[in-house]
């Protein structure tokens, strides 16, 4: 009987522990960030504020999905696979919010 070896989908890096605290300290920074900006933007009301705090948004799920989920080291057609529909999500999310504040104005003007 022929011996084969069982190859995984990818490896997870020898060093993987000290991925995750790095990451837990990056996203840690993020979070004060994010809850320093929103003490300090808290009479301030606009889009961009909203913008901001979606940014940083994506951001920390971008880690949390690469490392502590371990996208980050599977193949490219595994990732890609799963990044491009929520591109298009987003995308067509943002086009009915765009859609939705177009009505609303038109609304008011009649």
Request: proline share 1%; charged share 15%; hydrophobic share 55%.
């Given at each position: ?69 371990h996208m980050k080291f599977e193949r490219k057609t595994l990732m890609y696979s799963i990044i491009i529909p929520m591109v298009f999500v ?21």
């Open positions: 009987m022929e011996h084969i070896e069982h190859i995984e989908h990818t490896e997870s890096p020898k060093d993987m522990k000290a991925q995750i605290w790095k990451t837990f300290w990056i996203l840690f920074a993020f979070t004060v960030i994010d809850i320093v900006l929103y003490f300090f933007l808290i009479s301030y009301h606009s889009m961009i504020k909203n913008w901001l705090f979606i940014v940083l948004g994506v951001v920390k799920a971008y880690y949390i999905v690469g490392v502590f989920m987003v995308f067509f999310i943002t086009l009915m919010i765009i859609e939705g504040d177009y009505t609303n104005i038109l609304r008011w003007v009649k």
